[in-house]
Every structure is written in C-alpha cells, then in structure tokens.
C-alpha cells in the first residue's frame, strides 16, 4: 500500500482539484524531509497530472498571459517541470487550505488566490521520493493497467531471466515485469487461480506460453450461464494482472482514503488479503503473503505467519502497564496486614519464650537450692559463663522473693524426699532475705 490502483486514483484526484486552478510561487519543501528542492518558481503554472505503475508524475507548465510577454521575470522557471513522485508505505495527495495544512505534508503547490490554497504530497513515514526534472524509471516495466499487450510481452519473453526462478508471490513484486502489482493485490490474484504462492514462477508462467504459441490466440470457452455465442477469455495469471487492480480502480475513492484512513470498502472487497480463515507466511524478502491451502514447495525456512492487519490495535503497553500498576499496589494492600499479624505472632512468641525461659531460670534456682543432681549438658546451656560458686542474685526485689518461696513451697510439695527439702530450708532464707551465700 499503496500500489498502482492508488497511485492512478491520486493522479485522477489531482486532475479534479487543480482542474481550472492557476498555481504560483515557488515550490516549498518541508525542512525535516531529505528529499532535493524542487527548483520551479513561476508567477502562473498549472498542475496536471499521470501514473504508470508505481509511479506518478506532476506536470507543471508556465501559464502564459498577454502581459508576459512584455515584461522580463527574473529567476522563474519559463519551460514545464515534470516532478516524479514514488509514494512508498505511506504517500498520498491532499488539497487543503493554507490554516489547514497537514503536518507532514513534505511538498507544497500554493494556487494563486486569496485565501490561498495548497496542493501537498503528504508523507507520514517518509518513505516516499520525488524527482525534478525525472522520467520514468528505466527499470520499470510496462504499466499492467494501461499497457496490457506491452505488459504481457516483457514477461513472456523473459522467461530465462533469474527473477523468474524465484517463488511465484516474490516475482509478482518485482517491477521490472509486474509494475503496479504489490502485496494485497498478488494474494488476490493468486487466490482467485488457487495457485500456491511458493511455487516456482517459471513453472506458472510456462504454461502460459505454450498455450499462445500452439494456438496463436487467447483461449476461448463458452460462458459458463450457457448462452450460445457469448464468449469470454479463460483468465490467467497476467489477465488478472491487468483486470484485478481494474476492479480497485472502479471502487473509486470509495476504496481508498488514506486522508480519513479508510478502507472499509476496499476490505469488503478482498477475498484473501487478511481475511479471516486464511493463512500467512513471509517470504524470503520478510513480505507477508496471504494464501489458502498448501502454500508450495519453496517455502523459506523458518518462515513465520503473520498477524492480522486491519485489527484495530489498542494501546496493550499502555493498559497492561496500567493493570500492572494496580496489581502492585493491592498486593501491597494486601500484604501489609499480614506482616502486622506476623510482627504480633513473633512478639507473642517472644513473650512466651522469656516466661518460659524465666520459669526455667527458676526451676534451674531451685534444682540449685534443692541441690539435687542435674546434667552436665543442661547445666552449661542454662548457666553458661556463670561459675557454681557465684549463686545469682536475689533478695533485691522482694516481690521476686515472695515468687520465688510460693515457687519453692509448691515444688516442696511435689518432692518425696524429705532430707532434700529440710536441707533447702535453711538455704532459702539466707539467699531470700540475707542474700548470702548458701552453706
């Protein structure tokens, strides 16, 4: 896109608008495109223009007055101009007024008027060129639309050229025979023959051959309706070459807009070219081709199907990063509570080991005081550095005293031996209330 149907439908545009309109000035280009200035300036000139192919010419001629031939213009361009113009992924005609001049509108013709209005190559991608003073492009073949014979002629007798050892979709591209026919329309004319799109082109169009050279005509058979005497011609691959991008051009404006990016029409109109149902490979060139079926024997390795293109994509990077966002903070929501209830379960539990560390600490003071017999292991862990002789002190806290005695009374209680605790007696007393030594 766009390919000849639309590059013959913009010259016909340009044709409408500048039909009756005297342009003047010079030719102003934008300063972000690359492509060379247009050195034409003239006082009146009009614009007509005409497509070949892929390509499009502007042709622009000094319009002469009475009162021209009186005076002398310096620096004006007194001989017609012709501009050509390739418009690449993206390039396209538009006639606005001046306040309303598109943004990436790259070349400008200003008519000679007040308000003025402007004439403008649009080109968002810049992928399109232009030529002063140019010509067709040498390498091009006939136009398939409007030099059919010529067209069919180049091909078939330039079989033996290498371009023709290629799969049948890549050699449909190629301009050198198959000007004006680019991607959407090789699929359609492919399908329409159910010819696989990796299959070797010279294979195809052999066929084609022989048929003209045994019976010297184009192939007749009767309408299949079954009205006698009607007869219409078998169609081949380049009849469709020619009679496919027909078919676009009758759609009109209809089926091309790229001012309003619209293409409802001409999408209504495929049969293949991002159809649902149908498959898709790219091609050695990394060309995606649309087909049904087997797609051939020459297919690349590795080659991978392509997306749908007339989706309406959303923004996902934008509404993913979004949901991203809020994800994150919920969990973030979500997982500060928690920790909370961990932070009380671990001071919980921290609380409950120093009781119970504290009721062993009492229990290992009154295994001391009963001096009954205790392990080695459990004595080191419990008393650590603390030497046997140093008892630990006590009495200063006469709270933690009368604990210690409930604690001492209870576990007197529990001990059957009555030596063991009449002993601890004395000793109580004096670590309890004298905070001495014990004997």
Known sequence: MPEGPELHLASLFVNRMCEGLVFTGAVEKSEVNKNPEVPFCCDAYI???????????????????????KRKVGKQTQHPMD???????????????????????????????????VLSFEDTRRFG??????????????????????????????????????????????????????????????????????????TVLEGIELKNEDKKEIKKTTDTAGKKGV????????????????????????GYKPAKAEYSVLQAWMQCYCVDGMNSLSDHNGRTIWFKGDPGPMVPKGAKSRKHKWKIQKDHDYTDSKKA?????????????????????????????????????????????????????????????????VPPRTGTNKIKGQHVE??????????????????????????????????
């Open 129 to 202: 060129s232009w030529q002063a003073n140019g010509t067709w492009q040498k390498d091009r073949g006939p136009c398939v639309m409007f030099e059919y014979e010529s067209f069919r002629e180049n091909v078939l007798s330039n079989l033996s050229d290498k371009a023709f050892d290629k799969p049948i979709c890549e050699a449909l591209l190629n301009q050198k025979y198959f000007n004006g026919i680019g991607n959407y329309l090789r699929a359609e004319i492919l399908f329409r023959l159910q010819i696989p799109p990796f299959v070797k082109a010279r």
């Open 325 to 389: 966002k809020k994800t994150h903070t919920e969990s973030i929501a979500i997982e500060k509570p928690a920790k909370k209830k961990d932070n009380i379960k671990v001071k919980k539990e921290s609380a409950t080991s120093k009781a119970q560390g504290g009721s062993k600490k009492q229990k290992k003071d009154t295994k001391r005081v009963s001096k009954e017999p205790a392990d080695e292991n459990t004595k080191s862990k419990k008393q650590g550095k603390r030497s046997s002789k």
């Open 231 to 254: 007869k219409v011609e078998t169609p081949d691959l380049l009849s469709l070459c020619h009679t496919v991008p027909l078919e676009v051009v009758k759609l009109g404006e209809n």
């Open 47 to 69: 614009i007509k223009a005409q497509s070949r192919g892929k390509e499009v010419i502007l042709t622009l001629t000094p319009f002469k007055n009475d009162g021209d031939s």
């Open 83 to 117: 501009v050509v113009f390739r418009f690449g992924m993206s390039g396209f005609f538009r006639f606005t007024s001046e306040d309303d001049l598109p943004k990436h509108a790259h070349l400008r013709f200003y008519t000679n008027e007040r308000p003025r209005r």
């Open 406 to 439: 409930e604690v001492i009374k209870t576990k007197r209680n529990s001990v059957t031996c009555k030596e063991s605790a009449t002993k601890a007696k004395p000793q109580r007393r004096s670590s309890g209330t004298r905070g001495g030594r014990s004997r």
